[in-house]
């Protein structure tokens, strides 16, 4: 996590008690996003967009930020749930190395205690509340890398002196395994022939198309690639989430 994010953050959330006194403007899994908590939220998301409220003079604008404030909001519930599901736990030394330098970042002990105070934590719910971003960050990540393209190899082996006839119905069985990654959106070779046997490489997880535009050098290239298969990768992560769990909007206006 980025020191800047987590000194934001401290307006991101607040401790259960005063969420349960305002009205919920959304569910995940039954769990309440209070309206205080969006409202802080809406604030520090449109101050990372360099947007102030009072400039914004069209009502459908201003719905669709809150709309997309909310919906990362909920996001960030979801990737906290899904790290609970995993068993997801965060090292106790990192843990502290993380508030410590938020505490030296922000101006010292006192300073950091006052500005715990205005965003309504204390230090134990402040540190609660870090624990909860830095194992959704770590799930996110972790479901990137696990949605991004991943090479994988079949072997039929066949021996050096096998008849035609063997090598034929290797083949055939490499082909029928061949159609059904295929059948299942990943990408396949054609079958090749080896001293081991008949081989296909194939890729899971297979991103959509996208254009490179004409860069200069092979490592450009790559980088430009690797930006546009993360970019894929985190929609996928993120729309895979929204529709396996259960959200309720109740008030994004």
């Excluded at 669709?64 to 990737?79: N, V, W």
């Excluded at 090479?151 to 090598?167: F, K, N, S």
């Excluded at 296909?200 to 980088?223: F, T």
């Excluded at 929204?242 to 008030?251: G, K, L, T």
Aim: charged share 25%; with cysteine; aromatic share 8%.
């Amino acid at each position: 996590m980025k020191l800047t994010s987590l000194i934001v953050l401290l307006t991101c959330w607040f401790p259960l008690a005063w969420a349960n006194n305002e009205p919920a403007v959304a569910r995940v899994n039954g769990e309440e996003i209070s309206g205080f908590r969006f409202e802080r939220f809406f604030a520090e998301y449109l101050e990372d967009q360099g947007r102030a409220v009072a400039s914004i003079r069209s009502p459908k604008a201003y719905k669709e930020l809150r709309h997309a404030a909310l919906q990362m909001l909920i996001d960030k519930e979801l990737l906290w749930q899904e790290s609970q599901k995993h068993g997801r736990q965060i090292d106790e030394q990192a843990l502290r190395q993380q508030i410590e330098q938020t505490r030296m970042a922000i101006g010292g002990a006192d300073k950091f205690v006052r500005r715990l105070q205005d965003a309504g934590f204390d230090e134990a719910s402040f540190t609660e509340y870090t624990r909860r971003e830095l194992a959704a960050q770590q799930m996110f990540a972790e479901l990137i890398r696990a949605n991004t393209l991943q090479p994988r190899h079949l072997l039929i082996r066949v021996p050096a002196q096998a008849d035609a006839a063997t090598v034929a119905a290797a083949r055939l069985r490499l082909m029928q395994m061949r159609a059904s990654i295929i059948s299942g959106a990943a990408l396949a070779s054609q079958p090749v022939r080896s001293p081991f046997g008949w081989h296909v490489i194939y890729l899971q997880n297979h991103l959509e198309a996208a254009d490179v535009p004409d860069l200069q050098g092979l490592d450009s290239v790559r980088a430009q690639l690797a930006r546009q298969q993360q970019t894929q990768a985190r929609r996928q992560v993120l729309a895979q989430l929204r529709v396996q769990n259960r959200i309720e909007r109740i008030d994004d206006d």
